[in-house]
Nanobody, 128 residues
Framework: LRCSCSAGGGLVQAGGSLRLSCAAS????????MGWFRQAPGKEREFVAAVSLGGGDVYYADSVKGRFTIARDKAENTARTVYLQMNNLKPEDTAVYYC??????????????????WGEGTLVTVSS
């Protein structure tokens, strides 16, 4: 069972927008929560946002609240797909973004970093 991160990264000017998407494979119950982490050069990987199966429970890191929106397909056959709409990007958002999944709720995932599966990263570069 793997998360495979699809296209969406790239170079954008500050204030611009990007949309990341990630489609996981395998059995859906393994992906109760899906979300995104990021790792900037020289820094540790950090939680960005997560959403539960069905989309009813979401959690965002303070640094992205009000600018990023996470969403997940609700149909059973596409509920393995998660999106991250990133608006009003800032240079400090520059990082490799990783799609991931967890068996815990979004808030517990934020608090514990209990990640089950990682996808490959995609680079987001925000120029000033």
């Amino acid at each position: 069972l793997r998360c495979s991160c699809s296209a969406g990264g790239g170079l954008v000017q500050a204030g611009g927008s990007l949309r990341l998407s990630c489609a996981a494979s395998g059995r859906i119950f393994s992906y109760y929560s899906m979300g995104w982490f990021r790792q900037a050069p020289g820094k540790e990987r950090e939680f960005v946002a997560a959403v539960s199966l069905g989309g009813g429970d979401v959690y965002y890191a303070d640094s992205v609240k009000g600018r990023f929106t996470i969403a997940r397909d609700k149909a059973e056959n596409t509920a393995r797909t998660v999106y991250l709409q990133m608006n009003n990007l800032k240079p400090e958002d520059t990082a490799v973004y990783y799609c991931a999944s967890s068996g815990v709720s979004p808030y517990v995932w934020f608090a514990s970093y209990a990640t089950d599966y990682w996808g490959e990263g995609t680079l987001v570069t925000v120029s000033s």
